[in-house]
């Protein structure tokens, strides 16, 4: 991973803490030099030591095309047009983290995992 997509992934992440974000957490230990993974519930330890080169973080994330019928007439009411140009707002943007939607791409680029079809559900 590069410098400008580590930077893209901590924005990413930054901004999905406040919704529970799950993510795959990868590192290796010191004491036997052994890969472990797991899957857990994105905090603030693990995004410093993804930030310290400690560990490898990747969300579990929902591809755009997966939104249901619901969540597009949601996601666009919070989203501003101009003539036939849609706009992003902030309220857009937090909807789309809310449901764990991977609208910057980092499925395709590696940096983020497809979530399981009821990863998120309630």
Known sequence: MNQEEKQLLLKDLSARLPYHC?????????????????????????????????????PYLRPMDSMTEEEKVKYHSYCDNYYDVHFYTIESIDYLNSIHVDYRSLIPKGLALEAPKDMYKL
């Open 22 to 58: 799950r993510v795959f957490y990868e590192y290796v230990d010191d004491l036997d030099n052994k890969t472990y993974g797991y899957s857990l519930t994105l905090n603030t330890w693990c995004i410093d030591e993804f930030v310290a080169n400690k560990a490898v973080i990747k």
